[in-house]
């Protein structure tokens, strides 16, 4: 497993990154992502740490010491202890950060046991899960095609959606860019394929050249980042934005500028039904829905305890209203937890021996999850009210002798001084109201597909599996105990006329 320091030195690898009109050089160095990478660090470190790295780590079933989650689990219990897992390390980030290393372990695990899907290419994904697993590679995944022409075929953007440009012996060469890949600037390699929603618009015949999932590690010839602005480089320092300045996983457009991959990183190449069906198949979605629902639980313990002490610095917690509102995010943390005690607790046969989470629950509590934080945002809104702007402009006024005296008495808490209230609404600012937290909204809303789609994929499973059928049975029963003269069966029971 990587250390912290391995994990840092691993990033200047000569990947094209491009920020604020420049080449980036070494990543970690870039104001832009230095602190990022120092967080993501850290979690390397966790899991030499010998407090942490006893519930952090297993060794797999080819001997790889590796991250709980990195292995696939073959029982409840190991899945449980995998949740755990994800736990330590999302406490470490108090949930702030979306796309740590362990969320695409949720997919590069089964391969382990699912990499005969791959048919041909089923070696390949056999090296890249022990890869995975023996590094805890910090892997990034694009599922999706920029927002343009939406209501064209797939075929028909190939000036933009990624695609195939040709072959040689020793692999593809593919154009075009993808949405966006989150955190991607501190990643060893990107996952590139379709999600749920894009692949419903692929049909055998017509979007082979687009049917290709595979790995480019982010040197690749041809694989460029153009990021979005950073929080971090904008932190004026971490008084002023705690979270920003530590925690901004930038989400980077990728571009496949007649990208070479290799041979030995295609998984699935010209296979419409193999490029729709890995998604189902390898239990991913099944498992990513339990890392998220966990950092989440996470995420939400924070955002109590800053409601908490929120209102408590106004003076306001004991209201009942207020109350009830430090209530609610409570009940919502508890009810996501309680998904993933849930999904550990009742899994269902994965591939290969393995278990993973009830697709079921995962699809509920992907739903739920994503409308949560919204209802935060309501709460923090409407009863921590206007309190986080009752505030100075920077860290700089509370250096300033002249001013300091009139801010120590006017910007005083209830029970805490001038310079703790500053500093805990600072954070109460970064975490609901700035543009790293706008991110965060956007970004809880939408990451795990768009709100029709995870809908629909409710609806589209309970089908498959059979509830829908049991759902309608109950309601035939029901029917089908009275009609137009009164109760059926026996008609000595009170009917519609008695
Ligand atoms: C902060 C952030 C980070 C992200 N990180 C990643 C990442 O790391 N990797 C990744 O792969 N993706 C990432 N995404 C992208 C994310 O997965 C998508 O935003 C999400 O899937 C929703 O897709 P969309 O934005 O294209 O919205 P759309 O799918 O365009 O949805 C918007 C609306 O248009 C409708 N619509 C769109 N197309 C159609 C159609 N063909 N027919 C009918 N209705 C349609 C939808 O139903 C919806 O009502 C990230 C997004 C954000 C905001």
Redesign the pocket.
Known sequence: MLTGEKYLASLDDGREIWYDGERVGNVVEHPAFAVAAQTVAGLYDALHDPDTGPELTTVDRFGHRTHRFFAPSYSAEELRAARDAIAVWQRQTFGWMG?TPDYKAAFMAQLAEGHAYYGEYGSNALDWYQRSAADVLFM??????P?VD??KERMDVRDVYVSLRGTDDNGIRVSGA??????SALTHATFVAV?S?VAA?MQPGRDEDMALVFITEMNGPGVKLICRPSYEAAAASPFDAPLASRFDEN?SVIVFDDAFVPWENVLVFRDVERAKGFYAESGFFNRYNLQASTRLAVKLDFAAGLLLKGTEASGTDGFRAVQAAVGEIIAMRETIWAMTTAMVAEPEAGIGGTVVPRLQTAAAARLFNTNTWDRVRQLFECYLAGAPIYTVSSVKDLRTPELRPTIDRYFRGTGIDAEARVKLFKLVWDALYSEFAG?HA??E?????????QRLDVLGWAEARGDTDRMRAMVDDCLSGYDTLGWVGDRDEPSSES
């Open positions: 796309r990034n995944h694009v599922l999706i095609d927002p939406r209501a993808k949405m966006v890949a989150t955190g999600n929603g618009r989400d991110r956007l970004y809303r939408n990451y795990a597909g768009n709100q029709e789609q």
